[in-house]
T-cell receptor, first 115, second 111 residues
């Protein structure tokens, strides 16, 4: 089974709708991240969380919110979707023990289209 | 702010070597990484180099780091069609959350 899973994998929604993207991990990592990927722009950080009680904005958090329901679950919400939020969204985790090389483990992505 | 830049496309013939380049601005980087993204999948770590190293070799992969010029490269020897993917350069600084990705280079391998 995959270590980091995302649901749904694909979603088409209309402008103004609320949508939630979910992420679960079995790696036991404390750190979780949400990124969006746009062609030619690479990955940009939306939000990150170092534990259940620690949530922080990334470089492009406007229009997004997150919830860390448990160590293993981190969800991303678009309260009122707009077309320029059409993108590929990735959840990632990383170890915070300080003994590793800081590798991030990515989910398979959610392709979101806002019409 | 910190930035990581890569060219967007590279095309090579099967069996040739590929060289993907990356420049970064953060002089406090601790680790520099190369991630591979295959179609329909998330990113996977391919290799990494610690900032006090100049070179790292791992089978067909050679990573070169020029810290003075803040330039990182990934050489893939004997490139195969299965190497076709998007390659992301990334850097992180120990002790912080910061993890900056480049724009990605799409490698196309021609048979």
């Amino acid at each position: 089974d995959a270590d980091v899973t995302q649901t749904p994998r694909n979603r088409i929604t209309k402008t103004g709708k609320r949508i939630m993207l979910e992420c679960s991990q079995t790696k036991g990592h404390d750190r979780m991240y949400w990124y969006r990927q746009d062609p030619g722009l690479g990955l940009r950080l939306i939000y990150y969380s170092f534990d259940v009680k620690d949530i922080n904005k990334g470089e492009i958090s406007d229009g997004y919110s997150v919830s860390r329901q448990a160590q293993a679950k981190f969800s991303l919400s678009l309260e009122s979707a707009i077309p320029n939020q059409t993108a590929l969204y990735f959840c990632a985790t990383s170890d915070n023990t300080g003994t590793g090389v800081g590798e991030q483990y990515f989910g398979p992505g959610t392709r979101l289209t806002v019409t | 702010g910190e930035d990581v830049e890569q060219s967007l496309f590279l095309s090579v013939r099967e069996g040739d070597s590929s060289v993907i380049n990356c420049t970064y601005t953060d002089s406090s980087s601790t680790y520099l990484y190369w991630y591979k993204q295959e179609p329909g999948a998330g990113l996977q770590l391919l290799t990494y180099i610690f900032s006090n190293m100049d070179m790292k070799q791992d089978q067909r992969l050679t990573v070169l780091l020029n810290k003075k010029d803040k330039h990182l490269s990934l050489r893939i020897a004997d490139t195969q069609t299965g190497d076709s993917a998007i390659y992301f350069c990334a850097e992180s600084t120990s002790g912080t959350y910061k993890y900056i990705f480049g724009t990605g280079t799409r490698l196309k391998v021609l048979a």
